[in-house]
């Protein structure tokens, strides 16, 4: 599967939605989750799904460092790319891509930019409707999992020093993509690890650290303003 950021503007957004792949995307979190998700150790699937819902309903904006890498049988491993994402709810979301390309993806839920310095060129689409959420649509659906999947426990193996639950998620409705698979650390339920499958098993796993939940963010992260001598492809064709 070809990296997000070889994606055309049309098919980039797609890929940061649930509609079509959920993307992106997110945690290992540096911050003490709230109380409710400080209780006894749950032991069963229901018992976890409870506690997540609990940890997230709250959550209004993330900052993390992730490192993002896709596999497919035909191709093998692709190359590791590295940044930093912010998001905001609702539907605000920053991804500064810096190895082995710097990049830009943002968007303030009405209008999309993909900036590359590079090239200095930026797509833009405007008129998002309601297809631009992405990973705040994730954070929304972590506090509502039992309404939008079918959640299996895998696993609740010890991961170098950390303890984590696995839980593998089939959408309940047609999806773009076929299962997702998610890491989070048992104790205070912080997501480390995102894996998506899609119809043809290809995966695209997302991995977070120095992750913070509700940290400031300023709202003007969420726009763009092209440098000048950029080259401004709009996807209306205007």
Do not use: C
Not at 25 to 44: H, K
Not at 53 to 59: F, N
Not at 86 to 104: H, K, S
């Amino acid at each position: 599967m070809e990296a997000l950021l070889a994606l055309s503007p049309s098919r980039l957004l797609r890929a940061f939605t649930l509609s079509g792949l959920l993307a992106l995307p997110l945690a290992g979190l540096l911050v003490s989750a709230p109380a409710m998700a400080q209780a006894a150790e749950p032991t069963t699937v229901k018992e976890i799904v409870a506690q997540v819902e609990a940890t997230y309903k709250s959550v209004q904006s993330l900052k993390a460092d992730f490192v993002q890498v896709s596999r497919s049988a035909a191709m093998g491993e692709g190359e590791k790319q590295r940044g930093r994402i912010q998001l905001m709810r609702p539907r605000l979301m920053r991804w500064d891509f810096t190895q082995p390309e710097v990049r830009l993806f943002v968007t303030d839920g009405r209008t999309m930019w993909v900036y590359s310095p590079s090239e200095k060129q930026v797509f833009v689409t405007e008129d998002l409707g309601t297809d631009a959420g992405g990973v705040d649509q994730l954070l929304s659906t972590l506090e509502n999992l039992e309404e939008f999947f079918e959640v299996k426990l895998i696993d609740s193996p010890t991961v170098g020093e950390r303890r984590v639950h696995v839980l593998e998620l089939t959408p309940r409705k047609a999806s773009g993509f076929k299962r997702l698979r998610i890491e989070l650390t048992r104790g205070k339920y912080e997501l480390e690890r995102l894996v998506i499958v899609d119809a043809f098993d290809n995966e695209t796993e997302m991995s977070f650290s120095n992750l913070k939940l509700n940290a400031p963010i300023a709202s003007t992260e969420f726009t763009f303003q092209a440098p000048e001598g950029t080259q401004v492809v709009r996807a209306d064709g205007m």
